[in-house]
């Protein structure tokens, strides 16, 4: 499975969603949420493990390559304690829906 660098994120009127001025992609926010998030399930700071393997998923969606439906659910995680927001996060959820179903 891999990130695509080309999906920009849309709102419900099918604006794009910015990144202060740009448009907000696929890849660019699991990038933003897996290297900014570092906080566990618990909500306590996450541990070494858990913050390099958040590490090498964002390296490698920078560098297309493939990920796997582990890094989605961690991808997940990290998207809802990153951006915080139902318009984002519903967004990412729905394009993440995409990409493993048509893996399946």
Known sequence: MKISKEIILTDLDGKAIKDVDSDLTLDKACILAVSRYGVGV????????????????????????????????????????????PIVVGTIGEELDKIVIKQA
């Open 42 to 85: 618990d909500g306590r700071p996450a541990d070494y493990i858990t913050q390099k393997k958040r590490y090498d998923i964002a390296k490698r969606i920078k560098a297309d390559e493939s990920i796997t439906a582990e890094d989605i659910s961690e991808i997940r995680q990290c998207i809802a304690g990153t951006f915080a927001q």
